[in-house]
T-cell receptor, first 115, second 115 residues
Framework: ETGVTQSPTHLIKTRGQQVTLRCSSQ?????VSWYQQALGQGPQFIFQ???????GRGNFPPRFSGLQFPNYSSELNVNALELDDSALYLC??????????????FGEGSRLTVL | AQTVTQSQPEMSVQEAETVTLSCTYD???????LFWYKQPPSRQMILVIR??????QNATENRFSVNFQKAAKSFSLKISDSQLGDAAMYFC????????????FGTGTRLQVTL
């Protein structure tokens, strides 16, 4: 069984640029969520996607957006990058009904550095 | 709003000994879950143990057990017979049932295991 995979593992961008991060959910999982983990902090919930629609969002501005595809994979897009966007971005998937009870399976993350 | 507090930035334990990591949380909800996650240098968040708030019995998973004090809103993790592989960041998290896949994390405790 393949777990949650994310790409790229590391990337460097400059302020003002745009970035797309990708996530393949674990087999059989239909819900994907994204978290931002700044250095020395715990992860913070960005949003969740279910049935290709965003259905839950944390305290993040609209320049953070996402997509979910029919195969349940997902993308996180961040526009107009700021220095504070430098962080580890974690993707998590949940099995059917699992998101309701917080059952999350995480990937290894994408480390974004904004210069 | 949910808050999770971990007051121990770092802890150290000798191999084969027992260590307890502390966590307090705040919620006005009655139906929620509590979690301990481990994050090794590989960055992947790995679920260690989960507690359902309506269950009075403390959860256990092999060498890992929790002390869940609902009235005090305390949720500590005990690791018995510590192993070198237990060295990692440990995060406490809460989830209100039905709130998408939004987990609220603490700031983490770095656990060192010495010979």
């Amino acid at each position: 069984e393949t777990g949650v995979t994310q790409s790229p593992t590391h990337l460097i961008k400059t302020r003002g640029q745009q970035v797309t991060l990708r996530c393949s959910s674990q087999s059989g999982h239909n819900t994907v969520s994204w978290y931002q983990q700044a250095l020395g902090q715990g992860p913070q919930f960005i949003f969740q996607y279910y049935r290709e629609e965003e259905n839950g969002r944390g305290n993040f501005p609209p320049r953070f957006s996402g997509l979910q595809f029919p195969n349940y994979s997902s993308e996180l897009n961040v526009n107009a990058l700021e220095l504070d966007d430098s962080a580890l971005y974690l993707c998590a998937s949940s099995p059917v009904g699992g998101a309701y009870t917080g059952e999350l399976f995480f990937g290894e993350g994408s480390r974004l550095t904004v210069l | 709003a949910q808050t999770v507090t971990q007051s121990q930035p770092e802890m150290s334990v000798q191999e084969a000994e027992t260590v307890t990591l502390s966590c307090t949380y705040d919620t006005s909800e009655s139906d929620y879950y509590l979690f301990w996650y481990k994050q090794p240098p590989s960055r992947q968040m790995i679920l260690v143990i989960r507690q359902e708030a309506y269950k009075q019995q403390n959860a256990t998973e092999n060498r890992f057990s929790v002390n869940f004090q609902k009235a005090a809103k305390s949720f500590s993790l005990k690791i018995s017979d510590s192993q070198l592989g237990d060295a990692a960041m440990y995060f406490c998290a809460s989830h209100v049932t039905g709130t998408a896949s939004k987990l609220t994390f603490g700031t983490g405790t770095r656990l060192q295991v010495t010979l």
